[in-house]
């Protein structure tokens, strides 16, 4: 294995999660505000699953997101 490639693969997959989730959530969290489904001071809980079949891997992240 290619340790350098892999690494650097790795890290180029995990950005563009990174830069997309983010902006997936701010645009719902806009048109939410928008829409009045929040009013922008709460608290909301975030789940994220990674997946990669070919390694029977699943791994499940919790966390929060605070608007106010």
């Given at each position: 294995?290619?340790?350098?490639?892999?690494?650097?693969t790795?890290?180029?997959?995990?950005?563009e999660v990174g830069v997309t989730s983010q902006r997936e959530i701010e645009k719902a969290v806009?048109?939410?505000i928008?829409?009045?489904r929040l009013n922008g001071a709460e608290t909301?809980?975030?789940k994220m699953t990674?997946?990669?079949?070919?390694?029977s891997?699943?791994?499940?992240t919790h966390g929060h997101?605070?608007?106010g």
């Open positions: 294995m290619d340790e350098d490639k892999f690494n650097l790795v890290r180029k997959f995990l950005k806009r048109d939410a928008a829409d009045g909301l809980e975030a990674l997946e990669v079949p070919a390694l891997l699943k791994h499940h997101i605070e608007l």
